[in-house]
């Protein structure tokens, strides 16, 4: 299929067929998978959630700017997925508050995240409607074409994991505000992944793990069944 790159404007170009969030990060869940296939569920329960092995993908980007894509996507493949973590941290009662993750390049990695939600809002899939960077996806995309996390500088990211198998689902991005800021909710299986895009910095409790505000890498433990993600995915998923 050819057509202009959403990303350098390249015109009359091939466009790759490509996951807008890397497939590896939640694996290929199968029928045969314990944790069943992944659910995709739409934000509106009133939308049909149904089943998928393959994610969601589009065609917005050449050849050239799918290879920029993949050296975020690999580095956030080999950390979120792969790195095992430095310390495991925990709240003053000794239930586990996250993990501290050393050595991580935190620039590369705020460079995933800023491509995230630029494939997001750029896509044309139904299922990243609600990711709209009005003013910020000029920014965005500078800092993608020049690697440079300064060009985007309203962007900022926090991580999440679920240990619980039971997520296993995609629930389509949202846009919320927490502690003053304006967060999109990516939560694929059980990783989770909020992104800033609002020129206000992180209040706290948010703060103190965010990428920009951090030497490490720190990914927040997550309860499954006390979130709003169970919450919601029970809801919508209840009766179909």
Not at 57 to 85: G, Q, T
Not at 149 to 161: K, N, Y
Not at 208 to 219: A, G, K, P, Q, W
Request: net charge positive; charged share 25%.
């Amino acid at each position: 299929m050819k057509g202009t790159c959403k990303l350098c404007g390249t015109t009359e170009t091939f466009l790759r067929k490509s996951h807008i969030i890397p497939r590896a990060l939640y694996g290929d869940l199968s029928d045969e998978d314990p944790r069943g296939p992944l659910k995709l569920v739409p934000f509106d329960p009133k939308e049909r959630a149904v089943t998928s092995r393959i994610g969601v993908y589009d065609r917005i980007l050449c050849e050239a700017c799918e290879k920029i894509m993949s050296d975020f996507d690999d580095y956030a493949i080999r950390v979120l997925r792969d790195m095992e973590p430095s310390e495991t941290l925990h709240h003053k009662d000794g239930t586990i508050e996250g993990y501290l993750f050393a050595g991580v390049n935190l620039e590369l990695l705020l460079l995933y995240s800023i491509s995230l939600v630029w494939r997001a809002h750029t896509s044309e899939h139904n299922f990243f409607k609600s990711v709209q960077l009005g003013p910020h996806e000029a920014n965005c995309r500078k800092a993608i074409l020049e690697r440079n996390i300064d060009r985007a500088s309203g962007v900022d990211a926090i991580f999440g994991r679920f240990d619980d198998p039971r997520a296993n689902g995609f629930i389509n991005p949202y846009q919320e505000h927490q502690y003053g800021v304006r967060l999109y909710r990516f939560s694929a299986a059980q990783l989770t992944h909020g992104i800033k895009v609002d020129n206000r910095p992180f209040g706290n409790p948010l703060r103190h793990c965010s990428i920009r505000n951090t030497n490490n890498l720190i990914v927040l433990a997550r309860v499954f069944k006390d979130s709003p993600e169970f919450r919601f995915m029970q809801k919508t998923l209840k009766g179909r």
